[in-house]
């Protein structure tokens, strides 16, 4: 790209313009997973909504290839391309709560912990992520779930608006009232339909929750799954629990003796009265499957939880994942647990069940995009390290667990875990007959595709 062009381009942006020959580039086209290295041609850093339908327009009109980064979270880096020009939203950050209705508007360049704080100071919340520093835009777009699902849903399910840039560089606002249909695949269908500037969220009633951490040693892996596949559908929805294998990590609260061991777990998040006697109650149950390794339970803030991954899993590891939906967990899916969390690969990689039932399960098959009403759980394996000469490992690790798994599962699985190489028939397993719909919302709003580093749903 001439230098013409970028000063071009500069003339027509409030925000920054970076290019190969700026001194901060490097860290500019930095993502999250540092096993992404691409290099675009140039960085728009846009100011406000004005400034990204400048940068659109302009790499309609020079022929360039455009991608959008919101948080830089995308673990297949999607939000990064050789030679594009990328939108950054990284500067549009910023949250508005009103708390008279419920409700913030937050910009698309905004990370989970923005939203956390904001709206934790008026004992508020909505369901999204379990790191702080998600960006609010891939994973709303993607359909969102996190600690509170069970209790509120998902993300897409307190989408209450979104303000975009189209791919010809015209904006509008969708909602249920406004561009329904647009507004019907944003809740899941990615980032295929354009630049979302801002999203707007119905909040939920959250102040302080009860948090646990229950890990039991990997022998108990096939009694803590048996129990906990019938135990947690059968919860009250305020309760919500993760299933993970592990390897312990170094620090508080857990004890040096089980630093670096490998085992299985569940980490809990109570929305309901976190007293220690209430809390004592709810996680009674835990002993049940076999006596724990380790217990630990306490109130704490809800940004807090939130956060609490945040400097385990800071930006520059190494990251492949893969995922898939479940409706339940069988026992040959329990011997695959078994066999992969003895052969963990590294200190950080992990496999995690999400639940989305609850009250993700409430609205109909075909009120939004995100097409797996009736999944009970969203897998994910994730193999990561600090080091790069450990990115094959990691790799092959969490291909081979997912391609163990894969048969027990539904067949698609959440668009924000699947991998960027795994080809456009699980794209298609993943919005199932919802497929064919959202490529014709896409003939309407990209009927070129310019919005195609994603996982790509091509216009009809």
Not at 13 to 41: K, T
Not at 67 to 85: I, K
Not at 281 to 288: N, R
Request: include cysteine; charge should be negative; charged fraction near 20%.
């Amino acid at each position: 790209m001439g230098g013409t062009a970028v000063e071009t381009l500069r003339e027509a942006l409030r925000g920054e313009v970076i290019g190969p020959q700026d001194a901060e580039y490097d860290e500019a086209r930095a993502i999250y997973n540092a096993m992404i290295d691409r290099r675009p041609a140039v960085i728009a850093r846009c100011a406000d909504s004005t400034d990204v339908r400048a940068a659109v327009r302009f790499a309609r009109d020079s022929g360039m290839d455009l991608t959008v980064r919101g948080g830089g979270h995308s673990g297949g880096g999607l939000c990064l391309a050789d030679g594009a020009l990328m939108v950054d939203l990284s500067a549009l950050r910023w949250v508005r709560v009103a708390p008279q209705d419920r409700s913030a508007r937050v910009g698309g360049g905004s990370r989970l912990g923005d939203l956390d704080h904001e709206a934790h100071g008026f004992g508020l919340a909505t369901p999204a992520g379990i790191m702080s520093t998600t960006g609010v835009g891939g994973l709303t777009l993607g359909g969102g779930h996190g600690h509170l699902t069970r209790a509120y849903g998902l993300t897409v399910d307190n989408l209450l608006g979104a303000d975009v840039v189209l791919a010809d560089g015209s904006f509008v606002s969708a909602s249920a009232e406004e561009h329904p249909d647009l507004f019907w695949a944003l809740r899941g269908g990615g980032g295929n339909y354009g630049v979302v500037t801002s999203f707007t969220y119905a909040l939920h009633p959250v102040d302080a929750v009860g948090l646990a951490v229950t890990l039991w040693e990997p022998e108990h892996i096939g009694a803590v799954l048996r129990w906990y596949r019938e135990f947690l559908p059968a919860a009250p929805e305020e309760l919500n629990g993760f299933f993970a294998v592990l390897v312990v990590p170094p620090g508080p609260p857990f004890p040096e003796e089980i630093h670096g061991k490998k085992m299985c777990g569940v980490v809990w998040c109570f929305t309901g009265t976190p007293d220690e006697e209430r809390l004592a109650e709810v996680f009674a149950p835990v002993a049940e499957p076999a006596p724990p390794a380790f217990h630990f339970a306490t109130p704490m803030p809800y940004p807090a939880v939130q956060s609490m991954f945040d400097e385990l899993m800071p930006k520059g590891l190494q990251w492949y994942w893969r995922g898939d939906f479940f409706d339940r967990i069988t026992d040959d899916a329990i011997d695959v647990h078994r066999t992969f969390l003895e052969n963990i690969p590294t200190e950080l990689s992990t496999m995690h069940l999400y639940p989305v039932d609850g009250a993700a399960h409430r609205p109909g098959p075909v009120d939004s995009a995100w097409a797996y009403r009736d999944a009970v759980w969203s897998g994910v394996v994730a193999g990561i390290s600090p080091e790069p000469a450990e990115a094959d490992l990691v790799r092959k690790w969490a291909v081979d667990y997912w391609a163990a798994l894969h048969p027990h599962s539904m067949g698609g699985g959440y668009v924000n875990f699947l991998g960027a190489d795994e080809g456009q028939e699980r794209v298609r397993a993943t919005y199932r007959g919802h497929y064919d719909r959202l490529a014709e919302v896409k003939k309407t709003y990209d009927p070129d595709n310019v919005f195609h580093h994603n996982q790509n749903i091509a216009p009809s």
